[in-house]
């Protein structure tokens, strides 16, 4: 039988991740409304998720936290989607990459409101900037591990694993920022066999 204290502790954690994930979700929606989150005051942010501006203070140490927070929380569901196509690169198969590319662009599609945050505060927060490369290069990590992965296996090209997953990483960041967070839905299909098609054939043998 779990302890009191246990289970004193895990109802702590899960209040305080609620109310972190409130507090997300408000400074989402003010973005997605139109505000810039450079010029969005504590105070705003602590109303929108209707909280006092001491509360905010408890669960971040200031803006700043809040980004990097949601910088993690962005880049972790990428390396989850990402994730089964990472683990299978050696087995050259197109359908397993679509899917993981149409994945990725669900998380831009979903949480455009984050990734426009987190640039904008990288603008100017030298810790999220710093906190943002770091994730990115787990990324790049990752995706050159899957390079090398179906190098090893004999199903891709002879590219530089290093340079080739930091382009395809930054690419598809540049994409997810630049197109997935302005299009119409509708026209992400088009953009998610793109991606495919320029992946597969950069990486993978005829």
């Known amino acids: 039988m779990p302890s009191v204290t246990r289970s004193n502790k895990t109802a702590r954690k899960e209040r305080r991740d609620a109310m972190e994930q409130r507090v997300i979700t408000a400074t989402e929606q003010l973005v997605r409304d139109g505000e810039s989150f450079a010029e969005l005051s504590v105070e705003q942010l602590a109303s929108a998720a209707g909280i006092s501006r ?8 200031d803006k700043g936290d809040l980004a990097r ?3 993690k929380g962005v880049i972790a569901e990428l390396e989850g989607v990402s994730g089964e196509w990472w683990a299978t690169a050696d087995r050259a198969d197109r359908e397993q990459l679509r899917t993981a590319v149409n994945a990725i662009i669900d998380v831009y599609q979903r949480r455009g ?11 100017y ?12 290069q787990r990324l ?4 050159r591990d899957a390079i090398e992965l179906g190098q090893a296996a004999g199903v891709m090209r002879p590219v530089e694993p290093k340079e080739t997953a930091a382009v395809i990483t930054w690419m598809i960041e540049r994409v997810g920022h630049q197109l997935l967070r ?3 839905p509708s026209g992400h299909a088009k953009i998610a066999d793109t991606l495919t098609d320029i992946i597969w054939s950069t990486l993978y043998r005829a």
């Open 54 to 61: 001491s509360t905010f203070y408890v669960h971040f140490e």
């Open 69 to 71: 927070r949601m910088t």
């Open 113 to 123: 409101a984050a990734f426009t945050t987190v640039s904008q505060a990288a603008a």
């Open 125 to 136: 927060d030298s810790t999220v900037a710093e906190e943002l490369r770091g994730l990115m």
């Open 140 to 143: 790049i990590v990752a995706t």
């Open 182 to 184: 302005q299009t119409d």
